[in-house]
């Protein structure tokens, strides 16, 4: 399974980026699908995910503003971010594999893309 992440940049506070991930390998149109985002010196941590059915869910801290779809001819998945702020900077991964669950939670999997950069100006 291959993963490959694009749609990274530089971005002043208040705007809005699409960040772009095509997957190759296995059968997007049953997998879910999840974003991560990882700053200098911190952890790994769910953005938002998007289950094969469409349910999404998000972390608390881009809830209303970020926006995650996808688009099962393309086999591609995409995340919509707007009203971004500095602590949104982080390098963004892509990651397939893993389980959406009935809570609407999602237990990530083992297949990441290798990022793109997403940097806020203040």
């Known amino acids: 399974v291959q993963l490959q992440a694009s749609g990274g940049g530089l971005v002043q506070a208040g705007g809005s980026l699409r960040l772009s991930c095509v997957v190759s390998?296995?059968?997007?149109?049953?997998?879910?699908m999840g974003w991560y985002r990882q700053a200098p010196g911190d952890r790994r941590d769910m953005v938002a995910a998007?289950?094969?059915?469409?349910?999404?869910t998000y972390a608390d801290s881009v809830k209303g503003r970020f926006t995650i779809s996808r688009d099962d001819f393309e086999n591609t998945v995409y995340l919509q971010m707007n009203s971004l702020r500095p602590e949104d900077t982080a390098v963004y991964y892509c990651n397939t594999g893993g389980l959406f669950l009935f809570s609407g939670t999602y237990s990530r999997g083992t297949h990441w893309g290798q990022g793109t950069q997403v940097t806020v100006s203040s």
């Open positions: 390998g296995n059968t997007f149109s049953s997998a879910a």
């Open positions: 998007i289950s094969p059915g469409g349910s999404t």
